[in-house]
């Protein structure tokens, strides 16, 4: 398994914005596709956005498509979330994955297809 790290969580204002990293370190990163979710409290982990393992193709759940960006660097062992216009609904910890099987070429939404995952970080959305 990859072991994973996120920070950059903390509390915002609605509309605002944040960046969430995630830092890999253990099976090589560049091989297996990534994915945020993130769990609200009394909620299930609910998928938030995927990347292929060489970047550029990318996934969105619907309510965070157009305000969310993914993206990673391979050569940093790292993956990114950019948050804008941030909504009090957005409030939740969010939670990096990195998918069971190799070079994937397309990404999946469940979590039983992810075997690795970072210990969360909470983001708070003010109204």
């Known amino acids: 398994q990859v072991s994973l790290v996120e920070s950059g969580g903390g509390v915002v204002q609605a509309g605002g914005s944040l960046r969430l990293s995630c830092a890999a370190s253990?099976?090589?990163?560049?091989?297996?596709?990534m994915g945020w979710f993130r769990q609200a409290p009394g909620k299930e982990r609910e998928f938030v956005a995927g990347?292929?393992?060489?970047?550029?193709?990318?996934l969105y759940a619907d309510s965070v498509k157009g305000r969310f960006t993914i993206s990673r660097d391979n050569a940093k062992n790292s993956m990114y979330l950019q948050m804008d216009w941030l909504k009090p609904e957005d409030t939740a910890v969010y939670y990096c994955?990195?998918?069971?099987?190799?070079?994937?070429?397309?990404?999946?939404?469940?979590?039983?297809?992810?075997?690795?995952w970072g210990q969360g970080t909470q983001v708070t959305v003010s109204s």
């Open positions: 994955a990195a998918d069971a099987s190799t070079y994937r070429d397309y990404l999946r939404m469940t979590t039983e297809n992810y075997d690795s």
């Open positions: 253990g099976r090589t990163f560049s091989r297996y596709a």
């Open positions: 990347i292929i393992w060489r970047g550029g193709t990318s």
